[in-house]
């Protein structure tokens, strides 16, 4: 029975943004990993056949200008910057399944075939480009989107070009793009809207190669040029899981979710999609667009110099705060200023206090009530109502959330539920119980004991060291990697007479003075 409902997993192709290595990482490349690793690690959860991808942007210019400017030659300096977002992954935990960098061989391969479709299609020709182009957004932009003369989102003066350049017929796509924009490819609304009123002000063909340029993938039937790097950067979501035969690509594609931030949507709600038209290839079903993480309402970005390194916060308090942090503060959707203020808040009151000292109560009072055995459950009265309804409607509760991508109503909904088993405690008085009631104070700490391994069911996609770290404590002898959806949604499933192993509290709590 177990293998035939295997065999007919649903698949799930996410992937995020492929960052440019032209710098380190800072908060806001993490944040979108962490939200896509969290979606990811969810629909393993249900039982789905995830593919997570994610990578580095290799062959744009702005890495040959930053190479330059560290006097470092481009190969090291994308190599060496690489290497921090592979490591970076590592440090925050996630379960991608490939990284792919744009500069590998089974990538260019693809860059370049995709490129002679477009080609042998009739979607490209030879022309002339003389327009503006930002080095920071790698693209020409209009006159009438410079503010002051220079590019509003990197604040940076653009370059004018007059060049020889190939071009691909984006104007042709104007109306299948619309179709597809108004079926609903791009979350949320405010970003569909946004993109919608553009394409409807027309479509104007794009200049899809640079000339004369040392560094990037070439253009197969013209070496004198490169292929414009956001077509390269787009095709990494099929060149890594092997367009056209590979065994990945059948499985995988197509994408049934590319998360980027607000930036970038123009590329890949109308230009990817155009691209997949041309070369005949399936569209993706879903583009979510997040928004930005911000110091002082200013987004945090490398060329603006405000960029925070989140590699500290990791050493310092380990992963999962800042997981928690980021995904819990900032509306999924929307931007979210970021402050180590407002980071400590939400360790020592959600972290610490709130699930930290639900933890820490309940398996002491296993400790001293019933020497470290979980006691049996039993009589649910009217006061256990409130808190077990709750509990029991929780996967109802995240599976809507989640596949909404509501990702901080999701943490919301699982701290209700954490504050209302803290709230049970007082309300329940165990310690008065123990004075009097033994068989009550039974079922009150049975029935702690399994909200509990409900929280660390339901954390696991999130902060998924914590949901081991609580398991080893609560129910040392099994293994989370077997717990699935079904265990979130039956009660009582922890077993009387479990012995606890009783740890050091989840998350010690930040002193002001540090
Ligand atoms: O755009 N807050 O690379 P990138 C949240 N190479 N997200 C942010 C952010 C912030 N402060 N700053 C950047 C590129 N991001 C291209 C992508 S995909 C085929 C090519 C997000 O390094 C940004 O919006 O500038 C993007 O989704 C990702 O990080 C990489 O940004």
Redesign the pocket.
Known sequence: MKKESKSRRSKFYIT?????ANASP????A??KICADAIARWHRFKGEDVFFLTGT?EN?QKNVQAAGEAGVEVEKFVDDNSRKFINLCGALNLSHDDFIRTTESRHKEVSQAIFAKLYEKGDIYKGFYEGHYCEGCEAFITEKELIKGECPEHNLKPKLIKEESYFFKLAKYQKDILKLLEEGLVEPETRKNEIVNRVRDGLKDLSVSRKNLDWGIAVPFDSDHKIYV?ID??I??ISALGWPDGEKFKKYWPTDLHL?????NW??SVIWPAILMSAGIELPKKIFV?????IEGR???KSLGNAVDPTPFIEEYGVDPIRYFLMRDVSFGQDGDFSREAFIQRYNGDLANDLGNLLNRTLTMIEKYFKGLIPPGGEELGADEDLLNFARGLHKKLDTSMAGLDINRSLETIWELINKANKYIEDSKPWELFKGDKRRLEVVIYNLAEVLRLVLLSIRSFIPKTAENMLKQLDPSSAIEQAGFDDLAAWGKLKAGTKISKGSPLFPRIQKEQ
Do not use: V
Request: net charge negative; hydrophobic share 35%; proline share 0%.
């Open positions: 995020t943004a492929i960052d440019y800072h908060m806001g490349h944040y979108e942007d744009a956001w950067a787009l990494n979501y980027i931030g607000k930036g970038i590329f890949h997040h928004g930005y993480l911000t987004k945090i970005s």
